[in-house]
């Protein structure tokens, strides 16, 4: 039988640590229609929770476009992922940053992605 420390079971038992941040300018541009985001994390210090909580703050914080792109070869992991793609459309004649939440890998070694683009003023 493996023994765990009574700090350790007591720890491992404690509700989760909750961090809410808010961005008033968000609110005010978006009233009912802001996001409200919620994420559950391993992270045992509340300054790690804060920083997290405002790197949600600063990706929600502006108009975001779902879509899809395909690209070369099997790209399956990178689901989970930032990166930078450029490709044949006016949209990304410039690598653009995105943020891949799926991906469908095809016949003819091509992989549809489908990604969070932040839609930026002209």
Do not use: N
Request: hydrophobic fraction near 50%; charged fraction near 25%; avoid cysteine.
């Amino acid at each position: 039988m493996v023994l765990v420390s009574s700090s350790l079971a007591e720890w491992l038992r404690a509700p989760e640590l909750v961090e809410l941040v808010e961005d008033a300018a968000v609110l005010a541009a978006w009233t009912d229609l802001a996001a409200d985001s919620a994420t559950s994390s391993p992270l045992a210090l509340r300054a790690d929770a804060l920083a997290e909580a405002q790197r949600q703050i600063d990706f929600l914080g502006l108009p975001i476009s779902v879509e899809m792109i395909e690209v070369a070869g099997r790209q399956s992991q990178l689901v989970g992922e930032a990166r930078r793609i450029e490709a044949d459309v006016a949209e990304y004649a410039a690598p653009q940053s995105v943020f891949v939440i799926g991906a469908d890998e095809r016949d003819g070694g091509v992989t549809l992605l489908t990604v969070l683009r932040k839609v930026e003023a002209a």
